[in-house]
């Protein structure tokens, strides 16, 4: 019941308090300089993106993603398992934003730092490249299960070099070389250090609405590890006030090191999460 109440409160708050019209970056003929709209969101579903928040501007992002649908009504598909994970970003400049972020998942904080390195340009530069980076304290860890933790042993590290292409008004694609590091891992014989390439796109079916998907290859996981790559669907809807995401994903968690090192779902077994963003700007 506190998850229904905390669900609903979240809603009605965006929906009573709407922000600046998103018009502006509808994907009309325009003689900006610069290619817009790569991508609307922050998220593809997973995977950062390359677009930014602009200078002197505050995102609050409410990501949630219920439980596993596969346990049917009895857990009302999901909802009593839910993680919450709320995120601010703040723009101090165009190309240069501050995050920080708490997960239910593992009582995961996060401080994130992402930088745009290029940006496409129409008739010269073919490609956005930002660098996001991330480090992340695991709060659920406990001495009277692991008697030899240490403080060190809670934090993680992750780093992304984004790479997006406006292929035309319709289509985006993004690729994101991905290395991250667990100082303690969840599985003995498993790296610490670990590699992986995430690959996702945005298609266009109106102006308000797209759909987006994203795929990683975990490319040193330990073969007989339970987690699998994750592999997430999701519509991106464009309201006066923000992009409300809708998707599907067989990984729960939504921290870097979490969604590509600890994915469990199975998408051939329905065992997959339902999800949702919400986007506040200030």
């Known amino acids: 019941m506190r998850n229904i109440v905390t669900l609903v409160f979240v809603l009605i708050s965006f929906v009573l308090f709407p922000q600046d019209d998103l018009l502006s970056e509808i994907d009309t003929v325009t003689e900006a300089r610069y290619e817009i709209a790569t991508f609307k969101a922050l998220k593809i579903v997973n995977l950062e993106t390359t677009k930014m928040v602009p200078k002197k501007t505050l995102f609050f992002v409410v990501a949630h993603r219920f439980g596993s649908i596969k346990t049917g009504i009895g857990d009302f598909f999901g909802l009593d398992q839910a993680v919450t994970r709320l995120n601010f970003i703040y723009g101090i400049t165009d190309g240069v934003n501050l995050g920080i972020s708490r997960s239910s998942f593992k009582k995961t904080y996060e401080g994130s730092l992402k930088i745009r390195l290029l940006r ?108 699998v790559n ?53």
């Open 230 to 282: 994750p592999l997430s669907l999701g519509v991106d809807i464009e309201t006066g006030g923000h992009v409300f995401q809708l998707h599907f994903s067989n990984a729960q968690p939504m921290n870097v090191n979490n969604y590509i090192g600890q994915a469990t779902g199975d998408w051939g077994k329905a065992d997959i999460y339902f999800g949702f963003n919400l986007v506040r700007v200030f």
């Open 120 to 227: 496409q340009q129409k008739g010269r530069i073919p490609i956005t490249m930002a660098l996001f980076n991330s480090l992340q304290l695991n709060g659920s860890l406990s001495q009277d299960n692991l008697p030899r933790l240490e403080t060190k042993h809670r934090w993680s590290y992750a780093s992304q070099l984004l790479v997006s292409s406006k292929i035309n008004k319709t289509f985006s694609v993004e690729l994101a070389p991905t290395l991250f590091h667990d100082n303690l891992t969840s599985i003995d014989e498993q790296e610490n250090t670990q590699y992986a390439l995430g690959l996702g796109g945005r298609y266009k079916i109106s102006n308000r609405v797209s759909l987006n998907c994203d795929y990683a290859f975990h490319l040193n996981r330990f073969q007989d590890s339970p987690f």
